[in-house]
């Protein structure tokens, strides 16, 4: 892979230089808003949707509120998963990263001594949003569009090379897909456990309000039983 990286020729090579010449081209400003995107934000905005998703889910209710819950459960845990099953490939794989075998990048971000291959943060933002995605298909779809986003900006920022990213992606997941059956056959009955706890169970799915579920009687009148009362009493 070192030897495809050296090759004047390799499109990967050239697609890196493409996208980070971007950044040569941008304001400083701009490129200080990339870095801080690239490198937090796009996370941050991922954890914040599957809150956003999790608060949907429990308000709405309805019969797939548990299964929608323990997808959103195992999201962060697949993403979590994802990594750790990275650290081996890095280091099998020792790509160097871009900017150490490659002059002239535009790289935003400093302190990255690690190997490149694979993108931990294409690997977090793919899971994350595919997880999602199993959960939710409206909120699924936002979030696998800022994972790609995820992966633009990494290459933008000069810190990998794309290949890196489409490899996070495809780890990211395969991980969620795969070992998904399992993790919901674990995890589904654990929150319906939740779901009936009188203290947890607003975690899973909104309580209805008193006097607001399908037996409420209107304001004036009156129950069945003190109708019964009031015809006898005639």
Same mark, same amino acid.
């Given at each position: ?59 709405? #209710? !309805? ?5 929608? +819950?323990?997808? %959103?459960?195992?999201? &962060?845990?697949? *993403?979590? $998963?994802?990594? /750790? ?81 489409? #490899? !996070? ?5 395969? +991980?969620?897909? %795969?070992?998904?059956? &399992?993790?919901? *056959?674990? $995890?589904?009955? /654990? ?44």
């Amino acid at each position: 892979m070192a030897v495809l990286a050296e090759s004047g020729s390799n499109p990967d090579v050239d697609l890196l230089y493409d996208i980070n010449g971007l950044a040569k081209d941008a304001p400083h400003g701009f490129d200080r808003v990339m870095e801080f995107v690239g490198e937090y934000g796009l996370l941050l905005a991922l954890v914040l949707l599957i809150l956003w998703c999790w608060w949907t889910v429990r308000r709405r #209710g !309805g019969e797939d509120a548990v299964s929608s +819950v323990a997808a %959103l459960v195992w999201a &962060p845990l697949a *993403a979590g $998963l994802a990594v /750790l099953v990275n650290v081996p490939i890095r280091g099998f794989v020792e790509r160097p990263r871009p900017f150490v075998d490659h002059e002239g990048l535009d790289v935003l971000v400093s302190g990255k001594n690690d190997f490149s291959f694979v993108s931990d943060h294409a690997t977090l933002t793919m899971a994350l949003g595919v997880g999602l995605f199993v959960a939710h298909r409206r909120f699924g779809l936002a979030g696998i569009g800022l994972a790609l986003l995820e992966g633009f900006c990494r290459v933008y920022m000069g810190v990998h090379y794309p290949t890196d990213v489409v #490899g !996070g992606f495809a780890l990211g997941t395969a +991980v969620v897909l %795969l070992l998904s059956p &399992p993790a919901m *056959a674990l $995890l589904t009955p /654990l929150v319906r456990a939740v779901e009936r706890s009188p203290r947890l169970g607003r975690l899973v799915r909104r309580r209805p309000a008193a006097g607001t579920g399908p037996d409420a009687l209107l304001p004036g009148t009156r129950t069945p039983v003190e109708n019964e009362e009031r015809d006898l009493a005639a």
